[in-house]
């Protein structure tokens, strides 16, 4: 065989073996990356799940505590309106529980990515109603809180139960951290999403006050666990802001603060929504 053949087909060998080598790697890069996000949306999964067992079901139960307390101090009194009012409301913190226990039964079925079940459409008016009804009467928040949600918006599909702990925590921060009497807005959305090549549309929450304020160089602390500011303000360990956060990304959305000091706080959620599939809701 002449020497230039015998080059040409060790150059062609050689080539046939880089591309291989290329493929392989590109593979082997591809696997990785899968991997990598599988194990972000475990790690993901995994805080949020904590983080109701630790943060969410206390809740509940501490206002189920208050509500037969206080039923049981008015039926010593002698009137019963009151106290069946008590005992209701004790019911319905009882109603939080089952939803969160559900809630939390189908984040441990969750593979990283995906999330056992269809989403739901919510009725955003209802659902925010609702909200307001397991908040503590001393914070009126039926009286402070004004909602406005957009027409196409009314209606959302997505987790009806990452949307109530999403905004039960940031409508509350508000209202503890306002001053007695200081209006607080919760205003909703549904916009385009034109994040890359995604087709749904988003769910944009806002939740504006008018209180104290959180200053510069704690914006982006408060959260991470177990950060508090103002503690003397109100009672709690410094884990709403970040099961919001854990949420949020949980199920394809963000969440960022605008806030100054003195001047008020604005919360903003995004979420996208969940498209109608034949078994499980996709989680990005």
Known sequence: MPVGERVRMKVQTDVDASRTLLKLLNETRLEADDLRK???????????????????????????????????????????????????????????????????????????????????????????????????????????????????????????????????????????????????EVRVERAPDRRGAASCDLLKIRVTDSGRGIPEEFVKMVFEPFVRLHEHVAQGVGLGLTLVRSLAELHGGSVRIRSEEGQGTAVYVTLPETPETDGRAVLT
């Open 38 to 184: 599988r194990l972000e949306g475990d790690e993901r999964t995994l805080l949020s799940t904590r983080l109701i067992m630790g943060h969410e079901l206390k809740r509940p139960t501490t206002a189920i505590r208050g509500y037969l307390d206080l039923a049981l101090e008015q039926f010593d009194r002698n009137t019963g309106t009151d106290a069946v009012d008590a005992i209701k409301k004790a019911q319905n913190e009882c109603g939080l529980i089952d939803e969160l226990n559900s809630f939390f039964l189908r984040l441990l079925k969750a593979d990283g990515r995906r999330i056992a079940g269809h989403g739901e459409i919510v009725d955003m008016d209802r659902c925010i109603d609702e909200i307001l009804g397991h908040f503590p009467d001393d914070l009126g928040a039926r009286a402070r809180v004004t909602v406005q949600i957009s027409p196409d918006a009314a209606e959302f599909r997505s987790s009806p139960d990452a949307i109530k702990i999403i905004l039960m925590n940031i409508v509350e921060n508000a209202l503890l951290y306002s001053e007695a009497g200081k209006p607080v």
